[in-house]
T-cell receptor
């Protein structure tokens, strides 16, 4: 039972355009959401996060939007650059059994073409 | 470079064997997390240690075990290996055990079971 779903395994975008990566979740107890970026042969690195009390968080070219009623979040990258080509993991946290461990989606592979 | 080191980078072994994966957390971090990423799967949380004690348990098989030593490095032991255990194994560390602080991931160990 996947509690965090990234339904698009891959996304291809032209340099300079917007990249939109989507993520859906099912657990209403999740109250904090994160995006990680992963390059080949490296571990995931934290990119941006959002608390459930907000609906938008922006950091430079990266913006995360949260729609709690739809249990949906998205990551927007504007403008997209070839160096953004990586796998992006959506993750969600919620207090469960005393732990606050993120639950990860399967990832979306983003390719930005020059 | 996240500051988290994992050895070995690659491991090839046969079914039924036992292997040990090693992780050294970032300097100052007291908590270590282990994750498994199988083909086309997200990162599945296995187990967390904080300052030498088991803190949280995820989808860890009984054939797998872990420990954290006084110098805070951690080892993940995988025994009676099966083909399905082939995966990337990531270690992450954080400053405390609450889960509220950022996790920093190592580059992973790729395990291939033949």
């Amino acid at each position: 039972d996947q509690q965090v779903k990234q339904n698009s395994p891959s996304l291809s975008v032209q340099e300079g355009r917007i990249s939109i990566l989507n993520c859906d979740y099912t657990n209403s107890m999740f109250d904090y959401f994160l995006w990680y970026k992963k390059y080949p042969a490296e571990g995931p690195t934290f990119l941006i996060s959002i608390s459930s009390i907000k609906d938008k968080n922006e950091d430079g070219r990266f913006t995360v939007f949260l729609n709690k009623s739809a249990k949906h979040l998205s990551l927007h990258i504007v403008p997209s650059q070839p160096g953004d080509s990586a796998v992006y993991f959506c993750a969600a946290k919620g207090a469960s059994g005393g732990s606050y461990i993120p639950t990860f989606g399967r990832g979306t592979s983003l390719i930005v073409h020059p | 470079d996240s500051g988290v080191t994992q050895t070995p980078k690659h491991l090839i072994t046969a079914t039924g064997q036992r292997v040990t994966l090693r992780c050294s957390p970032r300097s100052g971090d007291l908590s270590v997390y282990w994750y498994q990423q199988s083909l086309d799967q997200g990162l599945q949380f296995l187990i967390q240690y904080y300052n030498g004690e088991e803190r949280a348990k995820g989808n860890i098989l009984e054939r797998f075990s872990a420990q954290q030593f006084p110098d805070l490095h951690s080892e993940l032991n995988l025994s009676s290996l099966e083909l399905g255990d082939s995966a990337l194994y990531f270690c992450a560390s954080s400053v405390d055990g609450t889960g509220y602080n950022e996790q920093f991931f190592g580059p992973g160990t790729r395990l291939t079971v033949l």
